[in-house]
């Protein structure tokens, strides 16, 4: 038994080393990541995480395929921070022919310790737009350009890179082939295809500060990373357009069963919805103004059941959902926007849906109670037993104990006027 206590001692001490510092694999690799999307929090969260891994397995390196027309500002800062802090060399490949490294992806490329591009690709028109792509005022534009410059101008020194070629293409918005790129240094080289990267790739020397490695890329093993459901998810709903889809679901779902309680499904989906569109809102730059303006427009339809307006609270409340949309993502700077095509025939719907619903809820509140006590008021009934000023008389068919104002005699007509618990207050027909 001691013998068997020493031994399982043992093998616990030698197996806590494994779990304080994993082993890496002895085998040479690389991970590959594809990223064919705009820029946007989602593709920011995946990038992070691959170059963590990337660290954490002892990958040789990581290279980013890259074929992206441009996104958020803020991703792409988090983007190039995380590639400019990587422990592991990061290479960016605009890939496949016919990709592009427009806008945020110029940054992004770059940025990397190695920057390459296939033929029949390009990069450039970096130039900073406001929401649906329109240019902004002169100040704020004049002061955007001026910081972007200054950024895409630090990354070039970092990297040795055309630091006035990049300038032009966030001033003037200009745009070069893979091979132009290639002549005036603003990438590393030009390759066919990922093999004929990686052979070019081979002894190649990366330096940076406090850091030198030597590339050996020759036979090496590939790993794809691929992004886990929660990546995918984000990168979906990161799209304006989406996350404000899911919004008017959610306060059309949660509007629905608040109008006409009871219904259960709609309350559920307009919750769910709610939840992922405000999960997406937080990583989209929105303006404050549209959102409450978003809810004065649900204001303004709730209270059009309440308050008789003939309409005007309703064509508020539509007026008010449209510039709210229109205004949701308008931040200077940022290149997102509700398109027209979603827009439009969402506001429409949602405005027609909110004005439908509320109809039903004004014409529910308006019709006449059909069953319960409530039922009765109105009622004409036949006095059973005389009223002196109480006694019995029968409504609808039952027998009620009531009273009245002045004495009725057995056989005449009379009207309900309330109830009070069982007990109806009636009067004659013929005292009108």
Not at 57 to 79: F, K, Q
Not at 173 to 179: F, L
Not at 353 to 366: E, G, K, P
């Amino acid at each position: 038994m001691r013998a068997r206590i020493h031994f399982f001692r043992w093998l616990l001490l030698l197996s806590v080393p494994g779990w304080i510092c994993p082993v890496h694999s002895g085998a040479a690799h690389l991970n590959l990541v594809e990223i064919q999307d705009s820029i946007n929090p989602g593709v920011e969260d995946f990038i992070k995480h691959s170059i963590d891994r990337s660290g954490q397995d002892g990958a040789e390196l990581l290279v980013i395929l890259l074929d992206t027309p441009g996104g958020l500002v803020t991703s792409t800062r988090g983007i190039v921070q995380a590639i400019l802090n990587a422990s592991v060399p990061v290479v960016v490949y605009v890939h496949p022919r016919g990709a592009q490294a427009a806008s945020a992806g110029v940054f992004v490329t770059v940025a990397a310790d190695i920057a390459a591009m296939a033929p029949g690709t390009n990069i450039g028109a970096a130039h900073p737009v406001s929401t649906g792509g329109q240019e902004m005022s002169d100040t704020i534009g004049e002061k955007v350009v001026n910081d972007m410059v200054a950024f895409i101008r630090s990354l070039a020194g970092q990297r040795g890179r055309n630091a006035e070629w990049l300038e032009d293409a966030v001033r003037k918005s200009v745009s070069i082939t893979a091979e132009e790129a290639f002549e005036k240094n603003v990438i590393d080289l030009v390759a066919e295809d990922l093999p004929t990267l990686l052979e070019k790739l081979d002894g190649w020397e990366i330096h940076r500060a406090g850091y030198q490695k030597t590339l050996r890329t020759k036979g090496i093993e590939q790993r794809t990373i691929e992004s886990g459901w929660q990546e995918r998810i984000l990168r979906a709903i990161s799209n304006p357009n989406v996350a404000y889809i899911l919004l008017m679901i959610g306060l059309a779902g949660l509007y629905f069963e608040l109008s006409q309680p009871g219904a259960i499904l709609p309350g559920v989906v307009g919750a769910i919805a709610l939840i992922m569109a405000l999960y997406a809102m937080q990583t989209l730059p929105i303006n404050f103004a549209g959102v409450l303006l978003i809810l004065m427009a649900i204001i303004f339809f709730i209270l059009e059941i309440k308050v008789v307006s003939y309409g005007m609270l309703s064509i508020a409340g539509a007026v008010s959902l449209f510039l709210g949309s229109l205004m949701l993502f308008r931040v200077p700077g940022q290149s997102t926007a509700v398109a027209w095509s979603i827009l439009i025939p969402t506001v429409l719907s949602i405005s027609g849906f909110f004005a439908a619903v509320t109809s039903l809820a004004v014409r529910a509140h308006r019709t006449r109670p059909q069953t319960g006590t409530e039922a009765l008021v109105g009622m004409v009934g036949e006095v059973f037993q005389d009223l002196e000023p109480e006694g019995k008389v029968f409504v609808s068919g039952e027998l009620w104990n009531a009273v009245a104002d002045e004495p009725v005699p057995a056989g005449r007509k009379v009207e309900v006027l309330s109830v009070d618990r069982l007990k109806l207050k009636v009067r004659k027909i013929d005292a009108r």
